[in-house]
């Protein structure tokens, strides 16, 4: 009988050591986590699941240390791209979460299942699982968020989100270059608001979560991008998009890196696979376009930098009457060294009227850029030289906004940008209306 009780209590002590150091390991984990170290925390929090699993039945602290593990084990592999693996863990959390009356753990749990199930596509579920989230509200009295989540649960289900246009507001928070991405209607508020006078910028959203792990891969990618250093940057890119396969952005920049080194048949398959995950995005539209022409030899190589000259002359033209000059002496060199590109055109337009005012002139520029687009399918370069036209033009021209949104209502999706952007020019000019009407003395 002795040696029978020393023997248990030999397996106890060796159980509660197997769950000490699972304790231990789930913290360091968590550690991780904090520090963005998705694929570490993952590996660890795997292990301290398991031990914690073979050392059943646990006591009820550790019992809620497991069921805790699962979610944030989840949460890890959500960030690395492991959707699957991450549901099957959430499933289990929940029902344990729920059988143990911890019902704030439950929403946290659901969340991240929601989550999921929108990176996925898969809208109904993703819909069903924000409409469960509003009864567990409901159960603990939170019957405002109930209705919130229900409602989001309804907006999934209604096809949001959606590839769009979101509008970066500054100087909202109280730094000048920083920026508050809103929905059009949102800004469309803050610039009535304002009186008009609001900095803006534009954004292409797409219609799933980010995944953390392959935003730090996109981050490195940038920072080896600036540094030249090319074979390290394309390495980062490439796990960007093992990771987030539904993610447009590492394609589009992969096909960026291949125009840097003049590949222009690999720029042209990264585009057009950026443009099959993202619909309506512009700037993959136009580059895909113009790998294309380089590849076939209808345009001259070296368009790409020129373009990325302009495009870095046009932001500072406004600061001197040298830099002003500076760019439109940069268009019309570009105008006859690439003729067969639009947008050359379209950056003389707002260099000649940004220098001489002389409206006749630069829409003379516009409408070539119109020409040389002809009937390419390209509705979103199109929109382009409309809004770059209606920017330029809209105190000589009232009506050149009123056409770059009759173009986008035509165009519909392949036209989001330009949508946007007459959008909200349209409504800043009423405001700035409004707002003068308002201080202008009673006649």
Same mark, same amino acid.
């Given at each position: ?384 030289? %409309? /809004?770059?036209?209606? &920017? ?7 009506? *050149?906004?009123? !056409? =770059?949104?009759?173009? @986008? +209502? ?6 989001? %940008? /330009?949508?946007?952007? &007459? ?7 009423? *405001?700035?209306? !409004? =707002?003068?009407?308002? @201080? +202008?003395?009673?006649?």
């Amino acid at each position: 009988m002795a040696a029978s009780s020393d023997n248990a209590t030999t397996v106890t002590h060796e159980l509660a050591q197997e769950v000490t150091e699972a304790l231990v390991m789930y913290s360091e984990a968590m550690g991780l986590l904090r520090q963005e170290s998705y694929f570490k925390a993952a590996v660890m929090l795997d292990k301290a699941v398991k031990a914690l699993v073979a050392a059943a039945p646990l006591p009820d602290d550790a019992e809620r240390v497991l069921m805790q593990a699962r979610v944030a084990l989840a949460n890890a592999l959500l960030a690395g791209g492991k959707i699957n693996s991450a549901v099957r863990h959430l499933d289990v959390a929940i029902e344990a979460l729920k059988a143990a009356g911890l019902m704030e753990d439950v929403l946290d749990a659901m969340n991240s299942l929601f989550l999921c199930k929108l990176h996925a596509g898969e809208w109904d579920e993703a819909a069903d699982v924000s409409r469960a989230m509003g009864d567990v509200l409901d159960d603990i009295g939170a019957p405002e968020s109930a209705v919130a989540a229900r409602a989001r649960g309804d907006a999934v289900a209604a096809g949001w989100p959606k590839n769009r246009i979101v509008v970066l507001v500054f100087g909202q928070g109280g730094a000048p270059d920083e920026a508050d991405e809103l929905e059009v209607d949102d800004a469309l508020e803050v610039i009535r608001a304002g009186g008009g006078g609001v900095r803006i910028g534009f954004k292409y959203q797409r219609n799933r979560p980010a995944l953390p792990a392959a935003e730090i891969f996109m981050q490195g990618f940038h920072e080896t991008m600036a540094e030249g250093e090319y074979d390290d940057a394309a390495g980062l890119i490439e796990l960007a998009a093992k990771i987030d396969v539904h993610n447009p952005d590492p394609h589009y920049h992969t096909g960026r890196l291949c125009l840097v080194q003049h590949d222009y048949t690999g720029a042209k398959a990264a585009f057009e696979r950026a443009q099959e995950l993202a619909p309506g995005w512009h700037s993959a539209q136009a580059l895909a376009w113009l790998a294309s022409c380089v590849a076939d030899g209808t345009m001259t190589d070296g368009i790409y930098e020129a373009l990325q000259e302009l495009d870095e002359l046009e932001d500072n033209a406004e600061d001197s009457a040298e830099a002003a000059a500076a760019y439109a002496a940069m268009a019309q060199e570009a105008c006859e060294k690439y003729p067969l590109h639009p947008l050359v055109y379209n950056h003389l337009g707002s260099a000649t009227y940004l220098v001489s005012r002389d409206a006749e002139a630069a829409k003379a520029h516009w409408d070539t850029a119109l020409e040389v687009l002809g009937d390419a399918d390209l509705d979103e370069i199109r929109g382009v030289i %409309l /809004t770059s036209k209606a &920017a330029a033009l809209e105190d000589d021209d009232p009506t *050149a906004w009123r !056409a =770059a949104m009759e173009l @986008a +209502a035509h165009l519909g999706q392949n036209a989001m %940008l /330009t949508a946007t952007m &007459a959008k909200i020019a349209l409504a800043t000019d009423d *405001a700035v209306k !409004a =707002a003068e009407s308002a @201080a +202008a003395p009673d006649a």
